[in-house]
């Protein structure tokens, strides 16, 4: 069955460390892979995706992340963390087949000052 | 561009009545998936419906739950009789017409059950 394990709950980072939140996911064929974010009250905004090629992505707000078949991860990195980074992330794989997405349990991340 | 339009952003219902949710795509998509997020929980599918059918309702209580997307008009979550239980964030996302394109996702409606 496709799934998607998100192993961090919560982070907390100080505000200028790097970032990277790890994403697992099992899945039978070439997955689909997105990051999502959720500011508090707030819908999901895509930070990245992976279809094909490129196994790092380049995606928005700085992020990037890099898909790794060999060991079923899907990582989400940023050099340097702005307070207002401070969200929700999520991390989904698609289904080929019926375009549903199946999610992570998401990770809070917190920003010192 | 509009984004997708979700409709009531919040909603209060007492046991036993009806929800009635609505989602409006982005202007060009065909596609329309419906989710659920529970208190302190990931994102759960429910439906997946194009113009006038529904592709995928794997997700879906098998009761009180129905989802339609007319030929006219935004897409439509009714639950029926809420319960405490149904009382979660429901997240509209469009895409365009291939079923692995990107996904958009609309600000959700939130539903508290009393």
């Known amino acids: 069955a496709q799934s998607v394990t998100q192993p961090d709950i919560h982070i907390t980072v100080s505000e200028g460390a790097s970032l990277e939140l790890r994403c697992n996911y099992s899945y039978g064929a070439t997955p689909y892979l997105f990051w999502y974010v959720q500011s508090p009250g707030q819908g999901l905004q895509l930070l990245l995706k992976?279809?094909?090629?490129?196994?790092l992505v380049q995606g928005i707000k700085g992020f990037e992340a890099e898909f790794k078949r060999s060991q079923s991860s899907f990582n989400l990195r940023k050099p340097s963390v702005h307070w207002s980074d401070a969200a929700e992330y999520f991390c989904?794989?698609?289904?080929?087949?019926?375009?549903?997405?199946?999610f992570g349990q998401g990770t809070t991340l917190q920003v010192k000052p | 561009n509009a984004g997708v339009m979700q409709n009531p952003r919040h909603l209060v219902r007492r046991r036993g009545q009806e929800a009635r949710l609505r989602c409006s795509p982005m202007k060009g998509h065909s596609h329309v998936y419906w989710y659920r997020q529970l208190p302190e929980e990931g994102l759960k599918f429910m439906v997946y419906l194009q113009k006038e059918n529904i592709i995928d309702e794997s997700g879906m209580p098998k009761e009180r739950f129905s989802a339609e997307f007319p030929k006219e008009g935004p897409s439509i979550l009714r639950i029926q009789q809420v319960v405490r239980g149904d009382s979660a964030a429901y997240f509209c996302?469009?895409?365009?017409?291939?079923?692995?394109?990107?996904?958009?996702f609309g600000p959700g409606t939130r539903l508290t059950v009393l």
């Open positions: 992976y279809f094909s090629g490129d196994t």
């Open positions: 989904a794989v698609g289904s080929s087949n019926t375009g549903k997405l199946i």
């Open positions: 996302a469009s895409s365009p017409n291939r079923e692995t394109d990107t996904q958009y």
